[in-house]
């Protein structure tokens, strides 16, 4: 319905264990009529600022996730680039990252996202934030963070829609990855109350919405009333 | 000739990785006349934290740590106790550990020392202070450091010798762990020349040595000398 109505469209996913190809399998089975140009995913906007800036990374990340840098030159590595790498976090490949960061004269570190944790299946697992605080602490180093809530990735997400952030709008259940990020960056958002949403959010000390819908058809509802 | 001049010893350790059955066999092994009832380190320190608060640990520690945890009840642990585990800190050991700490009512982490980083003849490998950080993260919790410099730990080995701190003088090598937490729990310290010493150290910005030394014999004649 959005697409029909002529508005443009942008998923922005902190997804970092599977590439937008496979992402974008996972909506098409879903039912969504989405492309993979659609998607702004942490993963390739590292790809964007690791060539901007020269940097060759060493990749601790998930096997399902290593296609995406495909087209970047990895040898002889000046960074490190964490994602939620799961089973590969194991203490060997987390030393062999702490080495090369170490042994840099100014080490960079650069994290696909900061997230605590999250919930499977067969129980909470640590996210990618937890390992990006420990390099960072043995390293003496502050990473730099790709993916919500950080104001270049919405940056880049509009750049992709090539609309100035006025002209935008953010649907996001995260308060804070989605609707806090989003409004730094001078969208409006909107918080809808499914997924991680909760009550409590609706008096959070920092971040208020520009307004709460029940769920995503509902924030479509509303965004096509108002054109 | 400290012992047979009638002064009292105490060896302060952060060794988490043996026993100090363990360690003592070492140190006697190089010529030292050392007991395990000399030794002060952080396991040990834990286990009479644990009992004074009725606390029981799940362990994250070296195999070759585990027996001096062997009188503790661990049944139905109410809080996590963290050492250099080394191969121990995979990917399945952290999620456990993380998952009995967010399900607590109040997480409590006691960790065995936070040291960054140590060097082994394989090369540099991660030390329980970044799993610790990466613990503290995900729980959103702050750990309890038992080990120098922790205070508790310098007044658990003066309660062995029995002597109050202006009676009593460290000998170390670092600057932090064993000069500056010696001298915050009112005891004077010496610096050896040795060791971890780096000559920056006499520069340091907040911790200053009652003195130098070259080595620990020198230690040991000045020591004599003031008797």
Same mark, same amino acid.
């Given at each position: 319905r959005?697409k029909a109505s002529?508005?443009k469209l942008q998923?922005?996913?902190?997804?970092t264990?599977?590439?937008?190809?496979?992402?974008?399998?996972k909506?098409?089975?879903?039912?969504?009529?989405?492309?993979?140009?659609?998607?702004?995913?942490?993963?390739?906007?590292?790809?964007?600022?690791?060539?901007?800036?020269?940097l060759?990374?060493?990749?601790?990340?998930?096997?399902?996730?290593?296609?995406?840098?495909?087209?970047?030159?990895?040898?002889? /590595?000046?960074?490190?680039?964490?994602?939620d790498a799961?089973e590969n976090?194991?203490?060997?490949?987390?030393?062999?990252?702490?080495?090369?960061?170490?042994?840099?004269?100014?080490p960079?570190?650069?994290?696909?996202?900061?997230?605590r944790y999250?919930?499977?299946?067969?129980?909470?697992?640590?996210?990618?934030g937890?390992?990006?605080?420990?390099?960072?602490?043995?390293?003496?180093?502050?990473?730099?963070?790709?993916?919500k /809530?950080?104001?270049?990735?919405?940056?880049s997400?509009?750049?992709?829609?090539?609309? /100035? /952030?006025?002209?935008?709008?953010?649907?996001?259940?995260?308060i804070?990855?989605d609707?806090?990020?989003?409004?730094?960056?001078?969208?409006?958002?909107?918080?809808?109350?499914?997924g991680?949403?909760?009550?409590?959010d609706?008096?959070?000390?920092?971040?208020?919405?520009?307004?709460y819908?029940?769920?995503?058809?509902?924030a479509?509802?509303?965004i096509l009333?108002?054109?």
């Open positions: 959005i002529g508005l998923l922005c996913t902190n997804e264990q599977a590439t937008r190809e496979n992402f974008v399998r909506l098409q089975a879903l039912g969504f009529d989405v492309s993979v140009a659609e998607v702004t995913a942490p993963a390739p906007a590292a790809c964007r600022l690791l060539r901007e800036r020269g060759r990374p060493h990749l601790l990340v998930h096997d399902d996730l290593v296609p995406e840098f495909a087209e970047i030159d990895k040898t002889n /590595p000046n960074c490190v680039v964490l994602g799961a976090f194991t203490y060997a490949n987390l030393n062999e990252a702490f080495r090369l960061l170490i042994g840099m004269e100014k960079v570190l650069i994290s696909l996202g900061k997230g999250y919930k499977e299946t067969d129980g909470l697992k640590l996210d990618v937890a390992y990006m605080k420990a390099l960072e602490y043995a390293c003496d180093v502050q990473a730099e963070v790709v993916g /809530p950080a104001k270049g990735f919405f940056e997400a509009l750049a992709e829609l090539g609309v /100035p /952030p006025e002209q935008a709008i953010m649907i996001g259940d995260d804070v990855s609707v806090g990020g989003a409004q730094q960056c001078g969208m409006r958002a909107l918080q809808v109350r499914t991680k949403y909760r009550p409590s609706e008096n959070h000390p920092e971040v208020r919405p520009d307004a819908v029940n769920n995503l058809a509902e479509v509802d509303i009333q108002q054109l």
